[in-house]
């Protein structure tokens, strides 16, 4: 039993210096072909051309237009650093605040608005870019 005991110990002992003798200093180059380079300079030149990105918004309300700017001052009053929208549709308005890149931001950012407006819902909605 002791024999087995050594022999882990031993074991257990050379660990680290197997781990550092693995280590070793070196550059790394990596090569790509020029299709690679092309298709690259064609996806920076595209995404330069985007107007708008999918992303969410906090729908705070809707109905008649005098309503939506009265609350839309509200809601800047209350809330000064988040964004907001007005969108006819016929035949609503819609007051639409924050620009949210994922659900996940904009589900955070409901929890306290909601405290104000308790029927806000998140939409699904493209950003668009200024």
Do not use: H
């Not at 007051?95 to 407006?117: C, F, H, M, P, T």
């Amino acid at each position: 039993m002791t024999v087995k005991f050594s022999s882990l110990l031993a074991f257990i002992l050379m660990i680290p210096g197997i781990l550092l003798s693995q280590e070793k200093e070196g550059d790394i180059r990596v090569e790509s072909s020029a299709s690679v380079k092309e298709l690259i300079a064609q996806k920076i030149a595209f995404n330069k051309e985007q107007n708008s990105f999918p992303g969410y918004k906090i729908q705070i309300y809707y109905g008649s237009e005098k309503e939506c700017y009265e609350i839309k001052d509200e809601f800047t009053s209350l809330f000064p650093d988040i964004p907001t929208s007005i969108i006819f549709s016929t035949p609503q308005w819609k007051l639409q605040v924050g620009e949210y890149r994922s659900r996940l931001e904009a589900d955070k950012s409901i929890q306290s608005i909601k405290k104000e407006y308790p029927s806000a819902i998140v939409l699904a909605t493209e950003i668009e870019l200024e």
